[in-house]
């Protein structure tokens, strides 16, 4: 028989691997939304976007509720966390913004509606989470003798938390995702918002 420690040890771990799981799960379907708007027709984007937006709640801002505002899956440029660029110069790192994957936003809560009523503050509701990207190569993308227009997940960062005013979407035409390697392709050159040196000895 277990002693209460065990079992209040076995409880801890449950809760954990359950967080775990719902933070992974939205990042998948960010993925998979990725793919959808990297292969699709701009009329099958189009389309998919405005879905997004009619099922938003009708009490948000207009400046929200356009085609424009980037979505879960989009891949955005962000600011960097102060403490992040901070550190980061300590290593001759001078960004002050970084590229990523859109992954979560406030406003698509179910809740956002409560949530308004009780921050009345538009950053609350207008939080986003962002996963870090960098530069990088992947052997199975056969692209070797290409300059770095290929990203993945930096695997040492940690997701920055702006406001959806704080991003600027990159267009899903200049970029795609391939699942298969989980990295994404930019046609247009964005290198500088990466860690130095693909990421070594930064966190982003």
Known sequence: MDSPEDAEWD??????RRKTTRKQTHRDEARRMSAVLSCSSADEVLKVRQEILDAMWEDLPDRWRTIDVPQVGDLVTYPLPEVVVHNNHIFGDTRTRGLGLLVGRNIDRGDVRKVAYMTPDDSVIAACEVIPLMCGRRESLDRPDEECDTWVVD???????PTLDDLERVEEGSWTYDSKADAWLLAATYNHLSPNDFGEGNMV
């Open 11 to 16: 409880d801890w771990m449950d809760s954990m």
């Open 155 to 161: 695997s040492i960062g940690v997701s920055a938390y």
